[in-house]
């Protein structure tokens, strides 16, 4: 929304209900002349005056909006979670080759950021899912490593600890 709309929203309401009130308080006294900075105007042409201005600038803030619609929040890019260094020293004495710029270090960081918005969702299916795709990748990361099959799911099972607790 327009900043400007809501203001001139709000100043078309004071004079709408200005007239109304005065059309309620001085219609009901039978009173048909009002006197304003010495002149004299007759209550219905105050009335109307009020009214009509203040539907007059009620509209024209919704016309506003619709001229001048509000514009889509730039989309922020989802910043990187930050990887623990217990998590980075664990991943580095499994594999050799982790860098920041690695595929295994950009699924981290985004199975972090999705994992914690799945989380603030509620949403138990994505978060298994999630669990269960970085527990696959990690353990073809490990076997492509020729890493021991015996002790595979153990790392993965402690790896998948770490990441939990930090995406959290």
Do not use: C, W
Not at 40 to 65: C, D, K, N, P, Q
Not at 79 to 90: D, G
Not at 142 to 150: E, G, R, S
């Amino acid at each position: 929304m327009h900043p400007i709309v809501p203001i001139i929203m709000a100043l078309g309401a004071i004079p709408f209900l200005v007239g109304t009130f005065y059309l309620a308080k001085l219609g009901l006294k039978q009173i048909k002349i009002i006197k304003i900075r010495g002149k004299e105007y007759t209550l219905t042409r105050f009335v109307l005056t009020t009214t009509l201005s203040g539907i007059a600038l009620i509209m024209l803030s919704v016309y506003i909006h619709i001229l001048f619609p509000p514009e889509p929040e730039p989309e922020i890019a989802p910043t990187q979670a930050a990887v623990s260094s217990n998590l980075k020293y664990e991943l580095e004495t499994l594999f050799s080759d982790v860098d920041d710029e690695g595929p295994l270090m950009i699924a981290i960081n985004r199975f972090q950021s999705e994992y914690q918005a799945a989380l603030q969702e509620g949403d138990r299916n994505t978060i298994e899912l999630l669990i269960l795709e970085m527990a696959f990748r990690l353990r073809t990361e490990l076997k492509n490593q020729d890493f021991p099959t015996h002790q595979i799911e153990n790392e993965v099972t402690r790896i998948m600890k770490i990441l939990r607790e930090n995406s959290i």
